[in-house]
């Protein structure tokens, strides 16, 4: 076998990853921002250097589908090889069938697909899987599960030997409705990623080896939201046309420094859970939420008590009571026969191009909420309530056939890691506005708090 001379001068982002690689801590890395900043081809250099450098390594490589990582991925660890003097049947060999890259010293590159299948929603695919370390393209198409189970087969082949840590290097673009918005940028941003994480921004600025009209190029084919999210690397953007609620707007929301409604009105509503799954209960003022109380005792007489003892404590007038009064929630009806019952495949109240009542509830709530009218002056539960509202999304045009409607629950579960819960307390409020008629921002008078 001939000497093979490696001649790689990494970008400075791409030395912070060999060198974040190399560290003691550092197990989860997130590499994303922007498209042009020299990602693939880096963990490309990083899986091909690691494979010659350690006799027998396995490396996982991973995106949500297997013929895109093919398409993309794989062509840049080919185009490592080349440009390395790496040749085919001599140095390595490349088995598309098999999903596998397989090195003269026996180290392999393992492609694996992480897209969630119905028949297999635990990944058990994957679990028998021995890997020395995990590299994920595209991170952020991938269901939330099959990261983290992919993740648990890092640290299992060759790690004692060769001193590689069991680590995942996950690159991304920007994408405000996927779990690593929620997960890695905000709390990057805010300063509290846990000591383990890393999360390294790159821009196209980044990578001086870019064609002089590869950026050019872009802007002229890119919307306004593209542009701002694929090379400027924005996260906050709504990047998702089927999402209810932008980012900005939520988080204008929790700005109560000037009220549009002049309304005082004690209300109440409630989503209603005595199993699983926990009660959450929503004080408002008007349309603004006062309060949030979360009951998880799942005994049908402690959830009518809370009820009652809120009521009599915010000045609640049975009437001004709603809950979700589908499965068990029916069987409040006895008890607070005046409130307002929420039959989520009911029948709508206002606009009749919507599939189901919870559907219009929850757009009415986005409506009020983009006029600014909708706000929540309590910090409880702010996180669970951002982290739900970016699930919240309605069927593509493309699945529609007659009326708009929410995507299924079970998704919603599926992308959250849970029910949506405080959304859907927040939403069952909107019957009260549903019932007494269309408000809108020309109606009510600004009032500073």
Partial sequence: MSNIVIDFKPTVKQKHIFDLFNDKETTEI????????????????????????????????????????????VVSVMEVLSHWGLKPDEHYNYNSQAGIIKFFNESEIVLQE???????????????????????????????????????????????????????????????????????????????????????????????????????????????????????????????ETSLFKYSTLENAYDTSIALSDDKTMRMSCDI????????????????????????????????????????????????????????????????????????NGKTHQNHGYKNLKTELYFKLSELMDKGIVKISTDKYKKEIGEEASVIKHKSKESLENKIELITKALMKRELGRSPDFMDAIAYGMIFQLTHGTMTADSFSFNLI
């Fill in 114 to 240: 992480l897209q969630y299948v119905p028949s297999d929603p635990q990944y058990a695919r994957l679990g028998g899987l021995l890997l020395t370390f995990v590299v994920i393209d595209e991170v952020q198409e991938c269901d939330e599960r099959g990261k983290a189970i992919f993740q648990t087969r890092a640290g299992r082949w060759m790690n004692k030997e060769t001193g590689i840590k069991p680590i995942l290097i996950g690159t991304c673009n920007p994408s405000k409705s996927s779990f690593i918005f929620r997960d890695y940028y905000v709390p990057y941003k805010e300063g509290r990623l846990k000591s383990f994480q890393q999360f390294v921004q790159v821009l196209p600025t980044d990578n001086p080896h870019l064609p002089e009209d590869y950026i050019s190029n872009l802007e002229r084919t890119l919307t306004l939201n593209e542009r701002k999210r694929l090379l400027q690397g924005q996260w906050e953007l709504n990047d998702d």
């Fill in 30 to 73: 997130i590499w994303g921002g922007a498209v042009g900043g020299g990602k693939s081809y880096a963990l490309g250099a990083l899986m091909v250097m690691k494979c010659l450098q350690h006799a027998g390594v396995r490396i996982g490589l991973a995106r949500n589908n297997i013929t895109t990582l093919k398409k993309t991925t």
């Fill in 273 to 344: 859970a005595f199993t699983n799954d926990k009660c959450v209960f929503v004080i408002w003022r008007g349309l603004t939420v006062v309060d949030i109380i979360v009951n998880n005792n799942d005994d049908n007489n402690t959830v009518i008590d809370t009820i009652t003892n809120l009521a009599k404590k915010h000045l609640v007038s049975p009437t001004n009571i709603s809950f979700d009064a589908d499965g068990v929630g029916k069987y409040l009806r006895q008890h607070f026969p005046s409130a307002k019952e929420i039959h989520n």
